[in-house]
T-cell receptor, first 109, second 117 residues
Framework: DAKTTQPNSMESNEEEPVHLPCNHS???????IHWYRQLPSQGPEYVIH???SNVNNRMASLAIAEDRKSSTLILHRATLRDAAVYYC??????????FGPGTRLSVLP | DAGVIQSPRHEVTEMGQEVTLRCKPI?????LFWYRQTMMRGLELLIY????????DSGMPEDRFSAKMPNASFSTLKIQPSEPRDSAVYFC???????????????FGEGSRLTVL
């Protein structure tokens, strides 16, 4: 399975932008970059995914490096509700989602 | 849509007892996954089904664990006999049909927290 590397934890202040990094130097051409997050006492939920181009949705933005060896999940204005564990996952068609330890984001009021 | 529904939400049982966890996937989804989450090992895939057929059960810890999907709207994960090390949160997830243009987003249930004493 393709591997990703994320910081164990990050902190942010409420209403400020948050940039969550993910390194995936062994990414293959068919790997999509997925982000999920897990709020306390809940199952993981989908955040965003992309292949090569940057992506935006109502939850976040995904910035993908030109060589695709890293990506950044951007939360434009962190709220207390965004405190969660964020998982960066590489997945090709037909493969399973393999969750690593993720980044635990704390949001300070 | 009610989302993925799991039951029970909490289960406390004694070592040696049989445990059955249940999952109702989102209607129309054709893939179903069972994950286990512990502090030590994180989120691990146990087994997944495609069109009710088990495709990959390599994550099932041992013979004490079994999973079935008798129809498209129901799956069970059974542990017999249960042991204290099986204590974890068990998540069920479903996914719509995956094509080369569809990355098959996972939709998770709220989990079943199992405690084996």
């Amino acid at each position: 399975d393709a591997k990703t590397t994320q910081p164990n934890s990050m902190e942010s202040n409420e209403e400020e932008p948050v940039h969550l990094p993910c390194n995936h130097s062994t990414i293959s051409g068919t790997d999509y970059i997925h982000w999920y997050r897990q709020l306390p006492s809940q199952g993981p939920e989908y955040v965003i995914h992309g292949l090569t181009s940057n992506v935006n949705n109502r939850m976040a933005s995904l910035a993908i490096a030109e060589d695709r060896k890293s990506s950044t999940l951007i939360l434009h204005r962190a709220t207390l509700r965004d405190a969660a564990v964020y998982y960066c996952i590489l997945r090709s068609y037909g493969q399973n989602f393999v969750f690593g330890p993720g980044t635990r984001l704390s949001v300070l009021p | 849509d009610a989302g993925v529904i799991q039951s029970p939400r909490h289960e406390v049982t004694e070592m040696g007892q049989e445990v059955t966890l249940r999952c109702k996937p989102i209607s129309g989804h054709n893939s179903l996954f069972w994950y286990r989450q512990t502090m030590m090992r994180g989120l691990e895939l146990l087994i997944y089904f495609n069109n009710n057929v088990p495709i990959d059960d390599s994550g099932m810890p041992e013979d004490r664990f079994s999973a079935k999907m008798p129809n498209a709207s129901f799956s069970t994960l059974k542990i017999q006999p249960s042991e204290p090390r099986d204590s974890a949160v068990y998540f069920c997830a479903s996914s719509p049909a995956t094509g080369r243009q569809n990355t098959g987003e996972l939709f998770f249930g709220e989990g079943s927290r199992l405690t084996v004493l």
